[in-house]
């Protein structure tokens, strides 16, 4: 996607609503973050250091690596943790940072339709998926110049042919 498109995938979220600011605050995450789907549905609350703007994510084969974001998406984090969750947590006990309707974690297969849903509001014609929300970011960070290591790194590669 090129930047615009990402632009336009954010601007079509409503962000007046609980799941709005949470949706928002997913793709901006996703797409700035470069976090696979699987990091975003598994990761914790305590996982969140707002102040140092960075994330502990769990990524294939168990390993973990501190992903940072920045100012954009702390503002969308601190939001969805003081704004939108406590409206769908529903007086359930749970460390998942990102709740469905129920209260619950949200799935992947909940996000995987939720990105879907908003492509498809922006009228952009790419079969759009959470996974090219990361592609995204690393070929925009590379187009920038950003060292090809650093990428690999922030994306939890092992081989950097990946």
């Known amino acids: 996607m090129t930047v615009e498109e990402i632009e336009l995938l954010l601007n079509t979220i409503d962000d007046k609503t609980a799941s709005g600011?949470?949706?928002?605050?997913?793709?901006?995450?996703?797409?700035?973050?470069?976090?696979?789907?699987s990091e975003v549905v598994n990761l914790d609350i305590t996982r969140v250091d707002l102040d140092e703007k960075f994330l502990i994510v769990t990524g294939k084969g168990?390993?973990?690596?501190?992903?940072?974001?920045?100012?954009?998406?702390?503002?969308?984090?601190?939001?969805?943790?003081n704004e939108a969750r406590p409206q769908l947590i529903k007086n359930r006990i749970t460390s998942a940072v990102f709740l469905n309707y129920r209260g619950e974690r949200l799935s992947r297969k909940g996000i995987w339709k939720m990105i879907k849903r908003y492509a498809a509001q922006t009228g952009i014609k790419k079969n759009i998926k959470p996974h090219t929300l990361r592609h995204s970011f690393a070929t925009h960070l590379i187009?920038?110049?950003?060292d090809l290591r650093m990428v690999q790194e922030l994306l939890g590669h092992a081989d950097i042919s990946t």
């Open 21 to 37: 600011i949470r949706d928002k605050t997913i793709i901006e995450l996703m797409y700035s973050s470069g976090l696979r789907i």
């Open 62 to 81: 168990r390993k973990e690596r501190v992903v940072p974001f920045g100012e954009r998406a702390k503002i969308l984090l601190e939001r969805y943790i």
């Open 143 to 146: 187009q920038n110049g950003a």
